[in-house]
Structure formats: C-alpha cells, structure tokens
C-alpha cells in the first residue's frame, strides 16, 4: 500500500482561490439557460429522448466536477487561467446541449445551435494549452524539488558542529580514492587525530567550550591541509584526513605540526593522539579504517602508559 497517498481526499473543500470565477461562470449558466428556455418551446415528453437527456447529464456533471477540481486544487496563475475558462466554456455548452433536449428553439433561430458547438473547440484549444503549460510547470517543480533533495542530501554529510564532511561522506571519497590510487598507484595516506581527554573536557569546561574546541581543533586541521586534502569529524572527538599522493613522510609532518598546533589552541590547549598510514595493496577502504583505528588505540594506550595523555 502506498503509503504518501493522503488517506482521505477533501473534494468539498471551498474554492476559495478562484470564488469570483466560479461566481461567474454559474452566473453566465443561469442567463444563458434563461436566455435558452424563453427563446423556445417546451418540448412534450414524447419528444425527449431520454437517453439523450441521460447521456448529457451525465457530461455536464462530469464537466462540472472537473472545474471545481481544478478550482479546489489550482494555484492562482495563467496555467490555472487557461484550464478554468476552457473547462468553463465547455461546461456551459453541455449546460445548452441539456436544456435543447427539453426546448424546441423555432426554426430560423440558429444562436443557440451555434453556442452549444462553437465554443467546444475553442474550450479544448484553452484547456490543451493549458495542460501543455501545466506539464511544463511541473517539470520546474520537479527541477527544484531534485536541487532541494539535493541540498538536504549535502547537508545530511555535514557535520552541524564543525561543519566538516561527516564519517559517512569520508567513506564514500576513501572508496573513491582507493579506486583512483589503483589506476594511477600513487600513495594514499589517511590520518586520524583523536582529542585526549575530550570527556573531562566536557565535564569540566561545559558542552559549549567543549564544541568551541572541537571547531578549533577542526580549523587547525583544515589549515594545515592541501587543496585536494579532506578533512571530516569521524566520531565524536576524532578527526580523520584523506591525504592523496602523500607519503607517509609527508603525512608524519603534517600530523607533527598538528601537535604543535593544538597545544596553543583557544580557548583551551588540547593534547591529540595522531596516527598516519598508507594504503597497502589490495586493502580495502573498510580494513585501512579498521587498521587506522587499531594504530590509534595502541598509540593512546602507549601515550597513556607514558603518562603524556590526559588521565
Ligand atoms: N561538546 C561535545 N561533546 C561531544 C560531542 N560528541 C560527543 N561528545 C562527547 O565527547 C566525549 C568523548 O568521550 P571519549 O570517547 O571517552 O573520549 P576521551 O574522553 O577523549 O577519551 P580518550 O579518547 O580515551 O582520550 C563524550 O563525553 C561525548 O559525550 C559534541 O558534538 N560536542
């Protein structure tokens, strides 16, 4: 079952948008229907078909439904505009065909023939360009509503704290880059930095110069990295950085001056435990991760051990 369907659809909802064109169009009905019975004869009950009479109830009614869909549903607009008038006309050419059944209009009198046919074509001429427009404007809607999942979709990557690119799209750009280092076999390394003592921290500094640090810390990263470097907040404390065509020399220094850099952190000094490592041969993104964090635990443990972590 469809579960977007809404489960119940309000068809006597009140054309609030469009009352003024509904008032007219009932108001045009009415004279036109005056206009039709004043200008004939009644005609006896032998003389009406009965399955006439049923059969253009039945469109009138139908065409009459179809306005006030369009009424109920439709914005203000030119597209609205094109299928109103069109259903309109047509509505009130099914309005004379009904009343013809019952009145015989004399002989030389060829006005009303004229109106239950003429407008036909032209109403349908209306309501296709109207459709036409229509189909058009929801191809717009579509665009837009693709550019907003788009959007929505971006943000879902990003981090609300640092604004770094979260784990998620972490992940997806290592997979990528694993995939471009076999092709082109140039060193991949990736770095993680994890912030010691990041729950005391918080305990004692508060959750909001706790977050200030996290964005600090994020910034440090981000400034010591190259253009085709990525930075993303992978867990709550730890950072993680995609450094393609860098050695592990390279990588070892980048990481070096991120100690240096996070000890003179505002507003408050951090101690990090950083780990660096290249891509081994047919490793996958999820086992360089797995021996990424596996070389982060030992360092802290050793750090720890030496007593330079926080307690
Ligand atoms: N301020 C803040 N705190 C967070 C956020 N996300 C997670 N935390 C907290 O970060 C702390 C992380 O704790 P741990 O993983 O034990 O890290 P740690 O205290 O640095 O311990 P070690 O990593 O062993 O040094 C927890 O207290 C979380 O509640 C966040 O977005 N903002």
């Known amino acids: 079952m469809n ?20 008032a ?25 078909d009965m399955f006439d009479v049923v059969g253009e109830s039945a469109a009138s009614l ?31 050419t099914t309005v004379l065909d009904l009343i013809d059944e019952f009145i ?12 239950e046919s003429l407008p036909v074509p032209v109403g349908m001429v209306m309501i296709s360009i109207g459709l036409v427009q229509w189909l058009a404007e929801q191809q717009s809607i ?38 471009l280092h076999r092709l082109t076999d140039k060193p ?19 959750m909001a110069v706790a977050d200030n640090c996290l964005r600090s810390l994020a910034g440090a990263i981000e400034l ?32 070096d001056g991120l100690h240096q850099h996070s000890e003179m952190l505002q507003p408050q000094p951090l101690a990090v435990t950083a780990v660096t490592i290249n891509l081994n041969d047919n490793e996958s993104a999820d086992e360089l991760m797995t021996r990424l964090t596996m070389r982060l635990d030992w360092q802290k443990r050793c750090r720890y051990a030496d007593g330079q972590g926080a307690a």
């Open 24 to 48: 007219l169009t009932l108001l045009v009905a009415l004279l036109l229907s005056i206009a039709a019975c004043s200008s004939g004869m009644p005609k006896t009950w032998q003389q009406v």
């Open 224 to 255: 010591r990295l190259r253009a085709q470097d990525l930075a993303c907040r992978f867990t709550s404390d730890r950072f993680v950085m995609l450094l393609p065509e860098t050695t592990t020399e390279l990588a070892t220094a980048v990481i």
């Open 188 to 206: 991949l390394a990736v770095a993680i930095v994890d912030i010691d003592g990041f729950a005391q921290l918080n305990r004692r500094w508060g």
């Open 104 to 115: 015989k209009y004399p002989a030389d009198m060829r006005l009303f023939a004229w109106l």
């Open 3 to 22: 579960t977007l369907l809404p489960k119940k659809t309000k068809l006597l909802t009140w054309p609030v948008l469009h009352q003024g064109k509904l």
């Open 62 to 92: 139908m065409a009459l439904f179809w306005l006030w869909l369009l009424m109920i549903s439709r914005p203000r607009g030119r597209v609205t505009n094109w299928l109103i008038v069109g259903t309109s006309l047509y509505w009130l």
């Open 142 to 179: 579509n665009r837009q509503l693709a550019q907003r999942e788009h959007f929505q979709r971006e943000h879902q990557l990003i981090d609300p704290v640092t604004q770094l690119y979260n784990a998620r799209y972490f992940m997806l750009q290592l997979q990528r880059e694993i995939a």
